[in-house]
């Protein structure tokens, strides 16, 4: 028992440390794992617009210079594609981050680029809007330079234009910066998810084992009167649940003790009614001896002095108290209240017991009863004192259901290896459908006030099923009823060895 | 016969859903981390304009061009950041659009002038007055300086870490000049230095350059040991890099000048929309925020006779 019990605390200490192992953890790995990316993302935004705003500032001074030079070829058309071209080139030589520049007039036509791939080779770079009233920038993967940020430049002072320029730098500084920071984001979260998940380890360790301690103690104890749990350290919260526990224990035994007690009285209030029932019968029983007692001492008195004639009526007279002694007997036998419940019951013999306490009552009805039990049955595992009760009660309704000629059939047989059914039928006027369901119902009866007390059949599963049996009926209105019970055979006699 | 199956090797069916469950997990983000890796290294954007600039004019082409040349004083992208802007406000304030037109020199500027292929042009104020008796040229206005005077002076300027504290120290020294064409340079060589006895001989070099900011740039990076410029070009510079010793008498400011045959709703334009500026010094100050500093006082209407002093000077 007890490792079974401690096999489940391991079950259910493993089972609840995982679940918040695994629940906690996740929801935190989760938020971590969103918070980085909130992270990253506004981060990258961060690099990428400092990047941006790096790139504008040193095409804003460049600006300067294509301007000087734009200028200065209007002003001497001999120069024209001499001094912008120069300062393309001297910029591309003077910043390794630039990739690409072109220089267009404000129809879209092409003043100066560099660097020229190949004779065939549109210039780059000037795929983008060319747009004139600012500044504006793009980042995209180019097939020949890779990640680009690219920004295009009017080349306004006022309104007067001279055209734009669109110069390529190189992005990959940015890329790097991000993978940088997406690496130290993702060590980092592992690093704190890691450490979250053994800390919460350790609390949940921690948790449970005080738990289990719990459970251990309740599989410790017994709901035997006085047996209190193991005592803890005060203050703890394990030693509150324990103080708890102990005072729900207390209830549970006394609710049990007035339960039993409850129990108790009304089986005897049933016990009861059942003899008042049977008093007719019994009376007639007593009577009878008592008559012929009265008809022997009527005799000897008046021949008192007949001595043979007195022995032979003194014998008659032993024998008409022993009879009523018998009577008296058999009727203190069922009115004693039993005193425990566990025992060993002699079906067959049992049962015709109870039959003859019935015979006069049954011949008076001339109700036929027919008692089928085999010899051969082990004995049931129920006190005898309560398998009498449930077959008096079966036999009283099935009295009551029959009328003046009808039968009665008791049969006890082996159910199987583990249980013996007995059965008790009669050819009455049946149970309607709607009363089978609440027949077993205490206090529910279907006859008339004062015949009887609605508790017979519901005590009668109580003692069945308290012994591991079942008791149920079946019946059709107008054709009769059967109802059977099972009850375990006991043990000892199937194992003698034991 | 049933067969129970071997506890002792058996993996316990708990440990398995969880070690299932550990591997899908684990799978899941692994697959979720490359997936987010390549989402977030893709870092194209596209196209948007990030420094908004201010707005092309769309009803400007439809405008008749008027051209303004600009004398050689500054080098040409200066004289565009400085000049420009008062070009898109005369185009804004009149129903023509007016462009500039950059002379290499000062003579080429006057001649877009007296050629026709320029209504106006600013004009320095000796040339002003060395031509206006050959050409037929009137002045229509003059900028106003920060006290609201119509006058300018020139100034001989060394750098603050020079010994020279008067012009008599610079006996032996380089001097750098403006354009000989004028004002200041003409100051200096026909007044200044000879009436310092610096005249024949007295300095070790002495260097016209094109543009004014050229002078100072020399003087600054120690080229020449002093130069000659206009006052309000250095202003800034005073006190910090440069020391003045030396200032001439008032003259009247450079004047914007037309030809005298020039349309007169032309004239009338440029005189009523620049004489605007300095009517609400709220305006002016807003208007005015990226003009030459020369400009940024507004103007007053000029007259020949104001040359005068300049003329006879000469």
Not at chain 2, 99 to 121: F, R, T
Not at chain 2, 215 to 225: E, H, P, Q, T, Y
Not at chain 2, 258 to 273: G, K, L, W
Request: proline fraction near 5%; charge should be neutral; hydrophobic fraction near 45%.
């Amino acid at each position: 028992m007890n490792a079974v019990a401690f096999a489940g605390v391991d079950t259910m200490h493993g089972s609840l440390r995982a679940r918040i192992l695994a629940f906690t953890g996740a929801v935190l790995i989760i938020l971590l794992l969103l918070i980085s990316q909130v992270l990253l993302y506004q981060w990258r935004d961060v690099i990428i617009a400092k990047e941006r705003d790096a790139v504008i500032a040193v095409s804003q001074t460049f600006s300067v210079t294509l301007l000087d030079a734009l200028i200065r070829e209007e002003r001497t058309p001999a120069a024209r594609e001499g001094i912008l071209q120069t300062s393309v080139d001297d910029f591309l030589r003077s910043l390794r981050e630039v990739a690409y520049v072109s220089i267009a007039d404000p129809t879209g036509q092409l003043l100066a680029v560099g660097p020229v791939l190949s004779a065939d080779q549109v210039p780059h770079g000037n795929s983008g809007p060319a747009s004139t009233e600012g500044i504006g920038t793009r980042i995209y993967a180019d097939p020949a330079f890779g990640w680009v940020l690219e920004v295009h430049m009017p080349l306004r002072i006022g309104q007067r234009s001279w055209g734009a320029a669109t110069i390529g730098f190189n992005a990959e500084p940015i890329r790097e910066e991000v993978r940088r920071l997406f690496m130290f984001l993702f060590l980092t979260t592992m690093i704190v998810s890691a450490v979250t998940l053994v800390v919460l380890y350790l609390l949940a360790t921690r948790l449970t084992r005080s738990l289990s301690r719990l459970v251990q103690e309740m599989d410790r104890v017994d709901l035997v009167p006085g047996s209190d749990v193991a005592a803890t350290q005060p203050g703890d919260d394990v030693a509150f649940l324990f103080h708890r526990f102990d005072l729900m224990k207390r209830r549970i035994e006394t609710s049990r003790r007035q339960l039993e007690d409850a129990q108790r009285q009304v089986y005897q209030a049933e016990k009861l009614a059942s003899i008042g029932r049977l008093a007719s019968g019994v009376a007639h029983q007593v009577n009878n001896p008592l008559n012929g007692i009265r008809s022997c001492l009527y005799a000897i008195d008046k021949e008192p002095s007949h001595v043979a004639q007195t022995k032979e009526y003194v014998g008659l007279i032993g024998e008409a108290i022993t009879s009523i002694e018998t009577v008296v007997q058999k009727l203190l036998g069922f009115a004693r209240t039993p005193l425990a419940t566990k025992g060993e019951t002699d079906v067959a013999v049992m049962t015709r017991k109870v039959a003859d306490l019935f015979d006069v009552r049954l011949r008076e009805k001339q109700v036929r009863l027919t008692l089928d039990v085999a010899n051969d049955l082990p004995p049931a595992a129920i006190d005898p004192q309560l398998f009498q009760e449930i077959v008096m009660n079966l036999l009283l309704n099935s009295y009551d259901a029959v009328g003046n000629g009808g039968s009665v059939r008791i049969e006890a047989r082996r159910s199987d290896e583990e249980s013996l059914v007995v059965a008790v039928s009669d050819d009455g006027m049946g149970i309607a459908a709607e009363d089978q369901a609440r027949i077993f119902e205490p206090f529910f009866t279907t006859k008339e006030i004062g015949q009887g007390t609605g508790l017979g059949l519901s005590v009668c599963q109580s003692i069945v099923e308290s012994h591991g049996g079942r008791l149920s009926v079946s019946s059709e209105p107008g054709r009769g009823a059967t109802f059977q019970f099972l009850l375990p055979i006991e043990r000892c006699h199937e194992r003698p060895d034991h | 016969m049933h067969r129970e199956p071997d506890q002792a090797h058996a993996i316990p069916r708990i440990t398995r859903r969880w070690a299932l469950w550990l591997i899908a997990v684990s799978a899941g983000l692994s697959l979720s981390t490359i997936v987010f890796y390549s989402i977030v290294m893709d870092v194209s954007q596209p196209y948007a304009v990030v420094v908004k600039g201010d707005a092309i004019d769309p009803t400007a082409a439809s405008k008749p061009v008027v051209r303004i040349a600009v004398i050689s004083r500054y080098p040409p992208t200066v004289t565009f950041r400085g000049y420009q802007p008062i070009m898109d406000y005369l185009t804004a304030r009149t129903p023509y659009r007016f462009e500039l037109l950059l002379g290499s020199d000062y003579a080429e500027a006057l001649q877009h002038l007296l050629s026709g292929k320029a209504a106006a042009v600013f004009l320095g104020s000796y040339l002003y007055a060395r031509e206006r008796e050959r050409a037929d040229i009137i002045p229509i206005l003059k900028p106003l300086n920060e006290q609201g005077e119509a006058v300018t002076r020139s100034v001989l300027f060394v750098r603050s870490t020079s010994t020279a504290r008067a012009i008599g120290d610079l006996r032996g020294r380089r001097l750098a000049l403006p354009s000989a064409e004028s004002y200041s340079a003409n100051w200096a060589v026909a007044e200044l230095l000879p009436s310092n006895g610096l005249a024949e001989g007295g300095l070790a070099a002495v260097q016209n350059f094109a543009h004014h900011h050229t002078v100072i740039a020399k003087v600054l990076n120690g080229s020449f040991d002093a130069g000659i410029t206009r006052e309000h070009l250095i202003k800034d510079l005073v006190g910090s890099s440069i020391r003045v010793i030396a200032t001439s008498v008032p003259i009247p400011s450079p004047p914007i000048v037309v030809r005298r045959t020039e349309t007169p709703a032309v004239i009338a334009a440029i005189r009523e929309a620049l004489l605007e500026v300095g009517r609400d010094e709220e305006r002016r100050r807003i208007l005015t925020k990226d003009w030459d500093i020369e400009f940024v006082h507004g103007f007053a209407p000029a007259a020949a006779e104001d040359y005068e002093p300049v003329r006879r000077w000469r």
